[in-house]
């Protein structure tokens, strides 16, 4: 059973940055794309940026020039670093495994507040 343990989110003023973490319980983390994902509310959840194996990245258009994704396979950790944070930013972060889809049960998600 693979888990999720998302963190690093609070709360921020617009034009701030955050940092979120996901750590994965899961061998050969390596080998897997991972991908952050975010949920405002009353909306649908949406991917945002998602990291290859070999550490190609992609980026919502939203996010593009603003948020980074990276990875640790060390740590089995995957951060995304949030910079020009804006209100519309505001959402429970998750993190999963998969490129383009979630592949496995969501974690607790971590929320991110962006307001003055």
């Known amino acids: 059973q693979v888990q999720l343990v998302e963190s690093g989110g609070g709360l921020v003023q617009p034009g701030g940055s955050l940092r979120l973490s996901c750590a994965v319980s899961?061998?050969?983390?390596?080998?897997?794309?991972m991908g952050w994902y975010r949920q405002a509310p009353g909306k649908q959840r949406e991917l945002v940026a998602t990291?290859?194996?070999?550490?190609?990245?992609n980026y919502t258009d939203s996010v593009k020039g603003r948020f980074t994704i990276s990875r640790d396979n060390a740590k089995n950790t995957v951060y995304l670093q949030m910079n020009s944070l804006k209100p519309g930013d505001t959402a429970v972060y998750y993190c999963?495994?998969?490129?383009?889809?979630?592949?496995?049960?969501w974690g607790q998600g971590t929320q991110v507040t962006v307001s003055s």
């Open positions: 990291i290859t194996s070999g550490g190609n990245t």
């Open positions: 999963n495994v998969g490129r383009s889809r979630p592949l496995v049960n």
């Open positions: 899961r061998s050969l983390f390596s080998t897997y794309a």
